[in-house]
């Protein structure tokens, strides 16, 4: 079930939290929505799950118009908030019978429905205990449990990994990946190794405005404004080496890397490649060129690239 965003914006009084923002999610596809602090992350995922409403612009889920179907689209949408709210004082299993309940779920379907749940997202261990009695990660793992009891077409997903330890994070994005596989999935995290280990696609949102949407390549692609390479060389004065680098016509800074090792980090005019020069300048001054490898940029620096103005 695919997901449509036309010139969403939610006002609250003079200010956009969300501003003139248009997107889409293809069913199968995971979306990693990052943004900073404040950005109107939330508040759009808030939307989608009608939650609030949007001061105005257009939600379409699948063909039908949010605002028209709102009780027939909550029932193929599987919500975790970012604070998890959960009634503390009830055993898991009551809680999820609850919550199958309230989406209506075939009471004869209820207990499969419960045991299965609780097999994906790893409660087994601790199934008879209170909500209140579990550690941070389990809770959220309730959370996860919550979304997904209906089996439904659509999860929108705020910071799903928050407070598991790294062995259940690594359980929670595989578990993700599979869903994605079937679903169209909507996450936002601050954790960026996350997005790229999990999304598909990346959305960027900064000051109410979608200000990047692609893959994590195509974003660096995108970022990429000159050449950087990691270059080490053997069989020559360091000094010297440097020098002859710096002075190569497609060369506009050379820096040491590691000075002892002979390697370097070797930035190129914006639009030109070193590379051919620097193996031509290794032959005709008889050095060994050991390591030549291109450098990438960060999805961290794009991120702060892009959100910090």
């Not at 179907?69 to 503390?88: A, M, Q, R, S, T």
């Not at 790229?196 to 974003?219: M, Y």
Request: one cysteine or more; proline letters at 3%; aromatic letters at 6%.
């Amino acid at each position: 079930m695919n997901i449509k965003v036309n010139n969403l914006t939610k006002k609250y009084g003079t200010q956009a939290a969300v501003d003139d923002v248009s997107f889409e999610v293809k069913t199968g596809e995971i979306v990693g929505f990052l943004g900073p602090n404040g950005a109107g992350k939330t508040t759009t995922m808030k939307i989608l799950t009608n939650f609030i409403a949007s001061t105005k612009g257009e939600v379409y889920i699948g063909d039908k118009a949010l605002k028209d179907n709102v009780e027939e689209i909550k029932k193929h949408i599987g919500y975790l908030p970012e604070n998890n709210p959960l009634y503390e004082d009830m055993p898991i299993i009551d809680y999820l019978k609850y919550v199958a309940e309230l989406q209506a779920i075939p009471k004869e379907q209820i207990r499969k429905r419960i045991k299965e749940i609780i097999v994906k997202v790893g409660l087994n261990a601790e199934k008879h205990k209170k909500i209140g009695e579990l550690s941070k990660g389990y809770k959220q793992r309730v959370g996860l449990a919550q979304a997904l009891i209906h089996d439904p077409e659509i999860l929108i997903l705020d910071e799903p990994t928050t407070g598991l330890d790294p062995n259940q994070i690594v359980e929670i994005r595989k578990l993700i990946r599979e869903l994605g596989r079937e679903k169209t999935v909507i996450l936002s995290t601050h954790i960026l190794p996350e997005v790229e280990a999990i999304a598909d696609r990346i959305l960027i949102i900064n000051k109410g405005k979608i200000v990047a949407n692609g893959t994590a390549q195509s974003l660096r692609n995108q970022a990429e404004d000159s050449e950087t390479l990691l270059v080490t060389i053997e069989d020559g004065d360091v000094n010297e080496i440097y020098q002859s680098i710096q002075a190569l016509s497609t060369v506009e800074l050379v820096d040491f890397a590691n000075r002892q090792n002979n390697r370097f980090e070797i930035k190129s005019r914006p639009g030109l490649s070193s590379k051919r020069e620097i193996f031509k300048l290794c032959v005709e001054k008889s050095w060994i060129l050991t390591e030549m490898t291109a450098l990438e940029r960060k999805l961290e620096d794009i991120f702060r690239q892009l959100t910090l103005n």
